[in-house]
Protein backbone atom coordinates (compact mmCIF):
# COMPACT_ATOMS: atom_id res chain seq x y z
CA UNK A 1 0.00 0.00 0.00
CA UNK A 2 0.97 3.63 -0.74
CA UNK A 3 0.52 6.38 1.64
CA UNK A 4 0.09 9.36 0.84
CA UNK A 5 0.00 12.90 2.54
CA UNK A 6 -1.57 15.73 0.95
CA UNK A 7 -1.09 19.73 1.87
CA UNK A 8 -1.80 23.20 0.57
CA UNK A 9 -5.56 23.28 0.50
CA UNK A 10 -7.55 26.70 2.25
CA UNK A 11 -9.45 29.42 1.22
CA UNK A 12 -8.92 31.62 -1.51
CA UNK A 13 -10.97 34.37 -3.19
CA UNK A 14 -11.99 33.90 -7.30
CA UNK A 15 -9.33 34.31 -9.47
CA UNK A 16 -6.80 33.13 -6.60
CA UNK A 17 -4.43 30.43 -6.67
CA UNK A 18 -3.68 27.49 -4.18
CA UNK A 19 -0.63 24.63 -4.91
CA UNK A 20 -1.31 21.28 -3.82
CA UNK A 21 1.35 18.84 -2.67
CA UNK A 22 1.27 15.14 -1.67
CA UNK A 23 3.71 13.25 -0.29
CA UNK A 24 3.54 9.78 -0.99
CA UNK A 25 5.95 6.98 0.90
CA UNK A 26 7.18 5.43 -2.13
CA UNK A 27 9.15 6.00 -4.82
CA UNK A 28 6.56 7.46 -7.38
CA UNK A 29 8.85 6.36 -10.13
CA UNK A 30 7.87 2.91 -8.99
CA UNK A 31 3.71 3.83 -9.16
CA UNK A 32 2.09 4.12 -12.44
CA UNK A 33 0.43 6.53 -11.99
CA UNK A 34 -0.49 9.83 -9.90
CA UNK A 35 -3.88 11.77 -10.03
CA UNK A 36 -5.68 14.28 -8.41
CA UNK A 37 -9.44 14.20 -7.24
CA UNK A 38 -12.04 16.23 -6.36
CA UNK A 39 -15.81 15.60 -4.63
CA UNK A 40 -17.58 18.80 -3.92
CA UNK A 41 -20.75 18.46 -1.92
CA UNK A 42 -23.45 16.38 -3.06
CA UNK A 43 -21.62 14.73 -5.84
CA UNK A 44 -19.45 11.75 -7.24
CA UNK A 45 -15.55 12.35 -6.56
CA UNK A 46 -14.38 12.81 -10.51
CA UNK A 47 -10.73 13.11 -12.17
CA UNK A 48 -9.39 16.30 -12.64
CA UNK A 49 -5.47 15.07 -13.55
CA UNK A 50 -3.03 12.69 -13.76
CA UNK A 51 1.22 13.09 -13.70
CA UNK A 52 3.62 10.13 -14.83
CA UNK A 53 6.59 9.50 -13.57
CA UNK A 54 8.10 11.09 -16.89
CA UNK A 55 6.21 14.22 -16.37
CA UNK A 56 3.27 13.13 -18.55
CA UNK A 57 -0.09 14.86 -17.78
CA UNK A 58 -3.69 14.57 -18.33
CA UNK A 59 -6.71 17.02 -17.57
CA UNK A 60 -10.52 17.35 -17.20
CA UNK A 61 -12.40 19.34 -18.82
CA UNK A 62 -13.01 21.59 -16.62
CA UNK A 63 -9.86 22.49 -15.61
CA UNK A 64 -7.65 22.27 -18.90
CA UNK A 65 -5.38 25.81 -19.05
CA UNK A 66 -5.85 26.94 -15.48
CA UNK A 67 -4.65 23.81 -13.24
CA UNK A 68 -0.83 22.05 -13.70
CA UNK A 69 0.47 19.16 -12.24
CA UNK A 70 3.88 17.96 -12.13
CA UNK A 71 6.24 15.76 -9.60
CA UNK A 72 9.57 15.99 -8.32
CA UNK A 73 10.73 12.22 -8.38
CA UNK A 74 13.44 12.99 -6.05
CA UNK A 75 11.00 13.76 -3.28
CA UNK A 76 8.55 11.46 -3.73
CA UNK A 77 6.12 14.54 -4.17
CA UNK A 78 3.30 15.83 -7.01
CA UNK A 79 2.09 18.71 -7.24
CA UNK A 80 -1.57 20.98 -8.59
CA UNK A 81 -0.95 24.55 -8.75
CA UNK A 82 -4.38 25.81 -9.53
CA UNK A 83 -5.18 29.16 -11.20
CA UNK A 84 -7.55 31.78 -11.96
CA UNK A 85 -9.76 29.54 -9.16
CA UNK A 86 -13.38 29.58 -9.71
CA UNK A 87 -16.26 28.81 -6.89
CA UNK A 88 -17.39 25.78 -8.52
CA UNK A 89 -13.71 24.31 -8.11
CA UNK A 90 -14.85 24.50 -4.37
CA UNK A 91 -14.24 20.50 -2.65
CA UNK A 92 -12.40 18.37 -1.59
CA UNK A 93 -9.24 17.23 -3.07
CA UNK A 94 -7.99 13.76 -3.07
CA UNK A 95 -4.35 12.68 -4.06
CA UNK A 96 -4.32 9.12 -5.89
CA UNK A 97 -1.66 6.89 -5.92
CA UNK A 98 -2.60 4.36 -8.60
CA UNK A 99 -0.72 1.35 -7.67
CA UNK A 100 -2.30 -2.29 -7.45
CA UNK A 101 -5.67 -0.21 -7.36
CA UNK A 102 -6.11 3.04 -5.84
CA UNK A 103 -4.69 4.38 -3.21
CA UNK A 104 -5.87 7.96 -1.25
CA UNK A 105 -4.57 10.81 0.31
CA UNK A 106 -6.46 11.77 2.98
CA UNK A 107 -8.07 14.53 1.39
CA UNK A 108 -7.68 18.93 1.74
CA UNK A 109 -10.17 21.40 1.55
CA UNK A 110 -10.67 24.38 -0.97
CA UNK A 111 -12.76 26.61 -0.66
CA UNK A 112 -13.06 29.59 -3.52
CA UNK A 113 -15.23 32.40 -2.35
CA UNK A 114 -17.25 34.96 -4.49
Known amino acids: QVRLVESGGGLVQAGGSLRLSCVAS????????MAWYRQAPGKQREFIAS???????NYADSVKGRFTASNDNAKNTVFLQMNSLKPEDTAVYYCAAIFNGFNWGQGTQVTVSS
Open 26 to 33: ESISRINL
Open 51 to 57: VTGGGST
